[in-house]
T-cell receptor, first 110, second 109 residues
Framework: GQQVMQIPQYQHVQEGEDFTTYCNSSTTLSNIQWYKQRPGGHPVFLIQLVKSGEVKKQKRLTFQFGEAKKNSSLHITATQTTDVGTYFC??????????FGTGTRLTIIP | NAGVTQTPKFQVLKTGQSMTLQCAQDMNHNSMYWYRQDPGMGLRLIYYSASEGTTDKGEVPNGYNVSRLNKREFSLRLESAAPSQTSVYFCATDSPFGHFGDGTRLSIL
């Protein structure tokens, strides 16, 4: 079935290092959303990408949507301890059935 | 402005018991969703409702039923709870992005 794969599953980085997570689909996505979930919390919306090749930035976070709209990435520059959490992509395939990627859990080593 | 409100926040059930998880939103959004998140795992879609009066199955609908009572409320029912349904349940709306409730932590013994 249609699903979005997310890699890596876990990432441990030294504080100050960069971090990237990727979402990949075998079929074209209508759009893609990115969320952050802190331990014990609920997913919090970060951004939505809609256009092919779109790039958006939020301070140290850079989000990209692939030209073919089949993949997306979230890159964090110079991680901080506040970046700890699990990052999820969420998307659909032209209908209302919004499903999540498997998530990437980021831990920061001070 | 509460956003998405889920009740209860915590619940412990015995195997075979039934219960309904409640979700209400005050944002006038059409789409509502129920997800489950097992420990250390991602969120899996149980059911969703694109609009009042419609519901559709998600990835893991077995063992659950839903009711979209009106535009505000979307409930999730476990008819006969099983230990495999121990999880955190999140309700969400989406217009144009997801707003999530705080979750219901459900344990089934």
């Amino acid at each position: 079935g249609q699903q979005v794969m997310q890699i890596p599953q876990y990432q441990h980085v030294q504080e100050g290092e960069d971090f990237t997570t990727y979402c990949n689909s075998s079929t074209t996505l209508s759009n893609i959303q990115w969320y952050k979930q802190r331990p014990g919390g609920h997913p919090v919306f970060l951004i939505q990408l809609v256009k092919s090749g779109e790039v958006k930035k939020q301070k140290r976070l850079t989000f990209q949507f692939g030209e073919a709209k089949k993949n997306s990435s979230l890159h964090i520059t110079a991680t901080q301890t506040t970046d700890v959490g699990t990052y999820f992509c969420r998307s659909n395939f032209g209908n209302e059935k919004l499903t999540f990627g498997t998530g990437t859990r980021l831990t920061i080593i001070p | 402005n509460a956003g998405v409100t889920q009740t209860p926040k915590f619940q412990v059930l015995k195997t075979g018991q039934s219960m309904t998880l409640q979700c209400a939103q005050d944002m006038n959004h059409n789409s509502m969703y129920w997800y489950r998140q097992d420990p250390g795992m991602g969120l899996r879609l149980i059911y969703y409702s694109a609009s009042e009066g419609t519901t559709d199955k998600g990835e893991v609908p077995n063992g659950y039923n839903v009711s979209r009572l009106n535009k505000r409320e979307f409930s999730l029912r476990l008819e006969s709870a099983a230990p495999s349904q121990t999880s955190v349940y999140f309700c969400a709306t989406d217009s144009p992005f997801g707003h999530f409730g705080d979750g219901t932590r459900l344990s089934i013994l």
